[in-house]
Nanobody
Framework: QVQLVESGGGLVQPGGSLRLSCVASGSIFNINVAAWYRQVPGKQREWVATITSRGNTIYTDSVKGRFAISRDNAKNTVYLQMNSLKPDDTAVYYC?????????WGQGTQVTVSS
């Protein structure tokens, strides 16, 4: 049973930074593609960033230049570095990963950007 656990969320002021972590545990051989999504109550879950198995990255327009997705394969961990945070970034952030041909979701971590 594979589990993804996000951490690193919290309250931060506008312009601040947070780094989210997503750790995969359980029966894991390899994390293929991984991504971060976010969701605001009452709205659809929004794709934020993706990182491929080779380390290529892509971002939604609203976070380009501010967020960076990365991975540490030895630690089975995917990161989302978030800089220059804005109130509109407030959401529950979810990790998504394909592991041995199956897709998994974490439970989410709350990010609140407020002064």
């Amino acid at each position: 049973q594979v589990q993804l656990v996000e951490s690193g969320g919290g309250l931060v002021q506008p312009g601040g930074s947070l780094r989210l972590s997503c750790v995969a545990s359980g029966s894991i051989f390899n994390i293929n593609v991984a991504a971060w999504y976010r969701q605001v109550p009452g709205k659809q879950r929004e794709w934020v960033a993706t990182i491929t198995s080779r380390g290529n990255t892509i971002y939604t327009d609203s976070v380009k230049g501010r967020f960076a997705i990365s991975r540490d394969n030895a630690k089975n961990t995917v990161y989302l570095q978030m800089n220059s945070l804005k109130p509109d970034d407030t959401a529950v952030y979810y990790c998504n990963a394909v592991i041995e041909l199956k897709q998994y979701w974490g439970q989410g971590t709350q990010v609140t950007v407020s002064s």
